[in-house]
């Protein structure tokens, strides 16, 4: 029987936008503590991907792993290799049968999701907004995903800080992910003159579960509290902030 983890990422030295951090060195185990305290409640182990050396012995269930970050982009997009070394990550682990993955700060597990985890469902969390939040509509884009935006506009704003399914769910999501990001940085290298990828990958995850899994994607309650409203009690599998 495979097992069912939940995948986190850290990766320094990457700036990011969204959050301002651009750190030389992490205490991962502060920086995941909340995080695997929530999930030992349920016997479940945390996998942290890094990108930094670390000599800090984790606790039981939590599992730190060094990876090494893409290097194909001109310009570095901290965002977007999360979404890489995941997909190398799940590949390399076939023993994992469903996974949770989730952003480190702020998600904290408060009930046991993957018994409710149907196959060919992803589970994300998701915002009180719809696409014309300001982290899309301010971001650079290539044309079919502003095409994208602008005609479906009124959709709600997916966040995958929380995205869990089954792996093969998840690897097929992640493969576009990859394939995407992969065909606009070759694009960016030889056209730069042409609009591309900003800083933020909501914009692109948004696109791909809308466009790509429309009759199997569930959000809300279920998946995630109200964003940004702190809950910690709640029947949802995972607090947002």
Request: glycine share 6%; with cysteine.
């Amino acid at each position: 029987m495979g097992k069912n983890v939940v995948i986190t990422q850290f990766l320094t030295e990457i700036p990011d936008k969204q959050t301002g951090q651009n750190l030389d060195e992490i205490d991962i185990i502060e920086k995941t503590h909340n995080l695997y305290e929530s999930t030992a409640k349920f016997g479940i182990e945390l996998h942290a991907l890094i990108n930094f050396s670390n000599d800090i012995m984790p606790p039981s269930l939590e599992k730190i792993i060094q990876v090494e970050p893409f290097a194909n982009y001109s310009s570095y997009k901290g965002r977007f290799f999360r979404w890489e070394v995941t997909f190398e990550y799940l590949l390399r682990h076939p023993e994992i049968e469903k996974a949770a993955l989730v952003d480190a700060g702020d998600v904290e597990m408060l009930n046991y999701p993957f018994d409710q985890v149907k196959n060919g469902m992803l589970y994300v969390g998701d915002e009180d907004n719809d696409l014309t939040g300001t982290t899309i509509t301010n971001d650079a884009k290539p044309g079919y995903l502003a095409e994208f935006i602008s005609k479906n506009r009124h959709l709600q704003l997916l966040n995958t800080g929380v995205l869990v399914g089954t792996r093969e769910m998840l690897l097929e999501f992640l493969a576009i992910v990859v394939k995407l990001f992969a065909e606009d940085a070759v694009n960016e290298k030889f056209f730069p003159e042409q609009a591309h990828l900003g800083d933020f990958e909501m914009g692109i995850t948004c696109y791909i579960l809308y466009k790509f899994f429309p009759e199997h994607v569930c959000h809300g309650r279920l998946v995630t509290t109200h964003y940004k409203y702190y809950e910690r009690s709640s029947k949802a599998w995972f607090k947002y902030k």
